[in-house]
């Protein structure tokens, strides 16, 4: 059995995995490259998006498992209509997902961007004055939209670690944690300090913050979006970050996968941009990778996954698998 990966994994995954089957690394996660070495390979483990054609030009796949949650990385229904099936880790990177929410709070609210570019090039008082323009968390709103693993965890280090009030967004209002009052979308951007972006991308929240949307916040809120790209209609958060319609934004996910070279966004001061990596850190590697390995050799081995992304797929790859 051949396994791709086409991000690198931890170690500790890797070992798993080379102990029943051969583990190629993609050199990189474009899709040619991807395309090429899949041809040969029985299952892929990913981080990155899949080219849409995948499956016709992989024949031989049968399992593909996400090292996260985002479901939009994979062509489901042709996964589905192959008999390939799709498992994710939901929950194995919440914590440092919600670690990184925080962060972004604390970094936007205390101008540490400005000031740290400032400390390289200005005078030590000049640079030290900036600090007049920074803000106390506590007592502060946040907004949650998308109260599940992640956004749950968001909300109780910032109700029960800052006493900051808790607003929650979702789908089912009735289920949220004890920690997050629920909020109608509308009343809770028209409320927040802090909105945070923690939904998944599914055709009603595909651009749901849109400019009627940047338009009700206040215009000293902060957005931070770790979701979804497409969530967040990016030309439309362009305009309200260079008119100073809201007060800034930190981002770890785009609305197309890669940020391009001389994107609008790196010509603004009001934002801070990471690449996708909300919920990279040594620990959820090393989780998420024994995770991801198991739950691939589990179903090479014929066996259902514990998080099965297509279950309509189920019929057609036990077939395949006898």
């Given at each position: 059995m051949r396994v791709l990966l086409t991000d690198p994994i931890d170690p500790a995954g890797e070992a798993l995995l080379a102990a029943r089957a051969e583990v190629v690394r993609a050199p990189d996660a474009g899709f040619d490259t991807v395309r090429r070495l899949a041809r040969e390979a029985d299952a892929l483990i990913i981080r990155s998006p899949l080219p849409q054609d995948i499956f016709e030009a992989a024949p031989r796949l049968r399992a593909v498992t996400i090292h996260g949650t985002g479901t939009d990385l994979v062509p489901l229904a042709s996964a589905t209509a192959r008999g390939v099936l799709v498992a994710n880790l939901p929950g194995g990177n919440a914590q440092s997902v919600a670690e990184y929410c925080i962060m972004a709070m604390l970094v936007l609210s205390r101008n540490f961007s400005e000031i740290s570019n400032s400390i390289r090039t200005r005078p030590w008082d000049e640079t030290r004055a900036l600090g007049a323009k920074a803000h106390e968390i506590a007592g502060m709103t946040a907004g949650v939209v998308g109260v599940g693993e992640i956004g749950g965890r968001v909300a109780r280090i910032c109700r029960n670690g800052f006493g900051m009030r808790v607003l929650g967004h979702q789908r089912r209002l009735n289920?949220?944690?004890?920690?997050?009052?629920?909020?109608?979308?509308?009343?809770?951007?028209?409320?927040?300090?802090?909105?945070?972006?923690?939904?998944?991308?599914?055709?009603?929240?595909?651009?749901?913050?849109?400019?009627?949307?940047?338009?009700?916040?206040?215009?000293?809120?902060?957005?931070?979006?770790?979701?979804?790209?497409?969530?967040?209609?990016?030309?439309?958060?362009?305009?309200?970050?260079?008119?100073?319609?809201?007060?800034?934004?930190?981002?770890?996910?785009?609305?197309?996968?890669?940020?391009?070279?001389?994107?609008?966004?790196?010509?603004?001061?009001?934002?801070?941009?990471?690449?996708?990596?909300?919920?990279?850190?040594?620990?959820?590697?090393?989780?998420?990778?024994?995770?991801?390995?198991?739950?691939?050799?589990?179903?090479?081995?014929?066996?259902?996954?514990?998080?099965?992304?297509?279950?309509?797929?189920?019929?057609?790859?036990?077939?395949?698998?006898s």
């Open positions: 289920r949220l944690p004890p920690e997050a009052e629920p909020a109608a979308l509308d009343r809770l951007l028209v409320e927040a300090d802090f909105v945070v972006v923690a939904c998944p991308l599914t055709p009603q929240t595909r651009h749901l913050f849109n400019r009627e949307r940047f338009a009700m916040m206040k215009s000293s809120a902060w957005i931070i979006n770790v979701g979804r790209g497409a969530v967040v209609q990016e030309e439309a958060l362009v305009a309200a970050l260079r008119g100073k319609r809201i007060a800034g934004a930190m981002l770890d996910v785009y609305e197309h996968y890669r940020i391009a070279p001389g994107h609008p966004l790196f010509g603004l001061d009001n934002v801070v941009l990471t690449p996708h990596l909300a919920a990279m850190t040594r620990e959820s590697r090393g989780r998420m990778s024994v995770m991801a390995a198991e739950e691939t050799l589990r179903m090479l081995a014929g066996e259902r996954p514990r998080h099965v992304v297509n279950p309509d797929a189920w019929e057609a790859f036990t077939l395949r698998s």
